[in-house]
C-alpha cells in the first residue's frame, strides 16, 4: 500500500484525484503501478487500476492476472471492478470504501457477484485512513 499511496499523491501534480494502484504477482513481485491519469493523459479510461493492470499485463506477456493481487487507494468503480474480473485478478486489497460509486462492496459488489464466472477476494480497510485523507484534501480544494 505504500507504493499505491505514493502514486497517489503522485496524481496531485497533474490535478488528477489522487487514486494510486499497483499490482502484485503471485510471489508477491510487483508487476504494475499506476495512478489517474484522466485529466493528464484526457483519457476516461485513465484510472489508476487499469493503468496499473496494462503494465502488468505487459510485464507477464498476457492479459491473465491469475494469482495476482490489486493493490488501491480507493475501491474500485464499476469499469475497474470489470476490468478485474475480466483480467482474472485474485485478490483486491483497498484502502478507502467509495460510498458514491464503489462496486467491490460498498455501492454494488460486482468482484464477488455469484454469477460470475470468477470471482475475487476483498481485503478491505487497508490504511483506509490516509487514503481517504488524500481524498477529502483534494476534494476539499476543489470544491
Same mark, same amino acid.
Given at each position: ?9 503522485a *496524481?496531485? $501534480?497533474?490535478?488528477?484525484?489522487? &487514486?494510486g494502484?499497483?499490482v #502484485? !504477482? ?5 508487476? @504494475? ?8 493523459a ?16 505487459a ?21 475497474? *471492478?470489470? $476490468?478485474?474480473?475480466?483480467?482474472? &485478478?485474485a485478490?483486491?486489497v #483497498? !484502502? ?5 460509486? @464503489? ?6 459488489d460486482v ?14 480497510g ?13 476534494f476539499?480544494?476543489?470544491?
Open positions: 500500500m505504500d507504493v499505491a499511496l505514493d502514486e497517489a499523491r *496524481a496531485l $501534480a497533474t490535478d488528477d484525484v489522487p &487514486v494502484a499497483v #502484485l !504477482g503471485p510471489d508477491g513481485t510487483l508487476l @504494475g503501478r499506476g495512478r489517474n491519469v484522466r485529466e493528464e484526457a483519457d476516461p479510461t485513465g484510472h489508476a487500476e487499469v493503468v496499473a493492470m496494462r503494465q502488468a499485463a510485464a507477464l506477456g498476457t492479459w491473465r492476472l491469475d494469482g495476482c493481487t490489486l493493490v488501491v487507494t480507493l475501491e474500485p468503480c464499476l469499469m475497474c *471492478a470489470g $476490468a478485474l474480473l475480466q483480467a482474472r &485478478v485478490r483486491l #483497498l !484502502g478507502a470504501w467509495d460510498e458514491k460509486a @464503489g462496486a467491490c462492496g460498498s455501492q454494488w468482484v464477488r457477484d455469484r454469477r460470475s464466472p470468477h470471482r475475487v477476494e476483498v481485503v478491505p487497508v490504511r483506509a485512513a490516509e487514503s481517504a485523507a488524500l481524498l477529502r484534501g483534494f476539499h480544494r476543489h470544491r
